[in-house]
């Protein structure tokens, strides 16, 4: 008996030690399930992981329970990725490599969080990123006065508006980029919004008492501090709600989006742009794209149907996700909004009418753009004059250096940038690009009557309007592209050169409005100087004899110098931008000698050379205007394309034949 009993001890020992090394291997395997991956951790404590190889484990730090962090899009987290314990690494704070902030700065609590299942917490570590973050936003807390200043309605029309927006802009960009570090927290899957500050507060009363003030206090100032936020960027931006809930909720949805490429084309264009997306594809580019429309009368079903057939094109309803009052969404004023609304995170904007030569994402290795995070592209350098009282009235001080080399200040042109294709990382550059919808949305249009100016009675259409919200925002971190510009077409002998009425049409934008295709500016400024004679007014009539004086002049000195200008000449309507190694990136225009012909079986622009235009707007054989929009240079040096690039233009009219888009 005692040696069957001892038989049985050794039996129900091994199967005892058996159900304990299950149990381990189950804790271990649950274990792996739910921590966070090393790239994650690595990413969130850099200070833990400097000295180890690649893959090697990390230990997992402890620290007293917290909620876990809420995905940005709405969806809280399945349990078993629930934080908890977690705890605050006072020693992690290297930069986030996509928020540009010191962690202990950009993230709180939450961003050092890691699973350690059925452990008691040990000792707890200051906080430091929450109470940094905190005392940030209450060191940026106003005061009532300015607080009740920078609710109060944005009155006003023109420059005085534009500017008090600015101001307004400006302090909402400071106040929103504290709001932020404080709640969205980066993951390696996504973006997550912290929403359990109070809470946190009022379990973990020591934060207080680092802070040297009362929790309760400490909550109050959360408390104003938000609303102010939120009444803030009602009064400035209120276009986005209802779609996204909060500003911050559609700025996060950038941080792992992708990069693509926006198009945005009514039905009387949607020819052109399906030529330039198929194009684009025979370039080798496989970038997703989203065309973005604004409603069923903007772009028809089969021309949807027709782009989604394409691979990797998706369309969407524009209309749906801004919210209009008083004012109505059209035309060349949706491209911004085309581009803020778009699922991307780094975007490249494209007009319906532009073509690339080249594959476009090349313009993501751009190193302006690396640099910088946004990149634009200039306009002809041509109708030389000053803004640069203008842009004194409308730009907050200080007025930066990159503002004070613009043409507009230092007079080469009145014109800076050309919109057709616009690159912007959203994540970096959101308030500006914020900015810029406000610019062709609310305070896009005036109105006489009402005598109200609005931003497009100041510059010519949504182009200018990129730059001008970047430096309205206090944001420098833009970048023109340092490609030349160029007319692309086929060369004459200069006898044979520009059509008889160039002179006659000089600044005539006609066809070229942005609201139709009318000289409707031209009529507003003969109308104003028509006034002007009227009343008689002495200083004017002055100033206007002076000016037509300064401009004869300077007709007659340029006639001087084109006389001698070169022995050949392109007129076009092709803007031709050219990459850093002088040859073809894209143009506009689109292929045909005047895009806004009603002639069916227009032939196409004889497209085999081009000319790049002088570095000075008063150089010999530099643009002139004529009718149509067709522009012309003069030159000795014409440059031929390469069988390359005949090659790649064969096949964009190839393209557009089989489309019957000519």
């Known amino acids: 008996m005692a040696l069957l009993y001892g038989v049985q001890n050794a039996r129900r020992s091994r199967s005892t030690a058996m159900r304990a090394l299950f149990l381990v291997v189950v804790i271990f395997v649950c274990y792996n399930s739910i921590q966070p991956s090393h790239g994650v951790f690595q990413r969130l404590h850099p200070t833990h992981v400097e000295h180890s190889a690649p893959g090697t484990p990390v230990r997992p730090i402890q620290e007293s329970p917290i909620a876990g962090p809420k995905e940005i899009l709405g969806n809280e987290r399945p349990q078993k990725e629930q934080m908890a314990p977690v705890v605050e690494n006072e020693l992690a704070r290297s930069v986030d490599e996509n928020t540009q902030k010191p962690f202990s700065q950009s993230q709180p609590n939450p961003l050092s969080q890691v699973s350690v299942p059925n452990q008691k917490p040990i000792s707890a570590i200051p906080p430091t990123g929450l109470q940094d973050g905190l005392r940030r936003m209450m060191s940026l807390l106003p005061d009532e006065l300015r607080t009740t200043d920078l609710l109060r309605p944005i009155d006003g029309t023109g420059e005085r508006k534009i500017h008090e927006i600015g101001l307004r802009a400006r302090a909402f960009r400071t106040l929103y980029d504290a709001w932020e570090a404080l709640h969205l927290i980066p993951r390696e899957e996504g973006m997550y919004q912290r929403d359990d500050i109070i809470q946190y507060l009022q379990t973990h009363p020591d934060v207080g008492k680092n802070l040297q003030m009362d929790t309760t206090k400490i909550i109050h100032l959360y408390e104003d501090y938000r609303s102010l936020l939120m009444r803030l960027s009602s009064l400035l931006f209120p276009f986005t709600a209802p779609y996204f809930s909060s500003h911050m909720m559609l700025h996060g949805s950038f941080y792992s989006g992708r990069k693509g490429l926006v198009f945005s084309a009514s039905d009387s264009q949607a020819l052109y742009m399906i030529t330039s997306i198929k194009s684009i594809r025979k370039l080798g580019c496989d970038l997703p794209i989203e065309v973005m429309y604004l409603g069923d009368t903007d772009l028809g079903e089969d021309f949807r149907e027709t782009l989604e057939a394409i691979p990797g094109v998706m369309t969407r309803d524009l209309s749906q996700m801004v919210r209009e009052e008083g004012w109505t969404l059209a035309g060349w004023a949706g ?82 940038q050309e919109s057709g294709v616009v690159v912007v990382d959203k994540w970096k550059h959101f308030v500006s690009l914020l900015l810029v919808a406000r610019l062709n949305g609310p305070d896009r249009d005036g109105n ?179 009718k149509s929009n067709i522009c012309c240079l003069r030159s000795d040096e014409v440059y031929a394309l390469e069988e390359k690039e005949k090659e790649v233009l064969n096949m964009i009219i190839g393209t557009a034949r089989e489309l019957g888009a000519i």
Request: hydrophobic share 30%; net charge positive.
């Open 335 to 416: 491209k911004p909004f085309a581009l803020l609304f778009s699922s991307f995170r780094e975007a490249i904007f494209v007009d319906a009418d532009a073509l690339f030569m080249r594959n476009p994402a090349v313009l993501f290795e751009d190193p302006a753009y690396k640099a910088e995070g946004a990149l634009f592209f200039k306009d002809r350098l041509m109708m030389p004059g000053s803004k640069k009282k203008w842009m004194q009235q409308i730009l907050p001080k200080p007025i930066s250096k990159k503002a004070r080399e613009l043409r507009l200040w230092t007079g080469e042109s009145t014109h800076m």
């Open 448 to 626: 006489k009557e009402k005598k109200k100016t609005g931003v497009y009675d100041m510059v010519y259409g949504d182009k200018e309007t990129f730059w001008l919200g970047w430096e309205l925002a206090g944001d420098l971190g833009y970048a023109f592209h340092d490609g030349s510009a160029a007319v692309l077409g086929s060369s004459k002998k200069t006898e044979q050169d520009e059509p008889k009425d160039s002179k006659k049409d000089v600044g005539s934008k006609k066809d070229s409005d942005p609201k139709k295709d009318t000289n409707s500016k031209g009529d507003n400024n003969s109308k104003k100087d028509a006034d002007s004679k009227k009343d008689g007014d002495p200083k004017k009539d002055a100033s206007s004899k002076k000016n037509t004086d300064s401009k004869k002049e300077a007709d007659s000195k340029k006639d001087a110098a084109d006389a001698n200008a070169g022995n050949f000449s392109i007129c076009a309507p092709q803007l031709l931008h050219l990459d850093r190694d002088d040859r073809p990136l894209w143009f506009n225009g689109w292929l045909l000698p005047n895009k806004f012909s009603k002639e069916h079986n227009a032939s196409p622009v004889e497209l085999v050379e081009y000319i790049k235009e002088p570095s000075s707007v008063h150089a010999p054989g530099s643009w002139k205007l004529t």
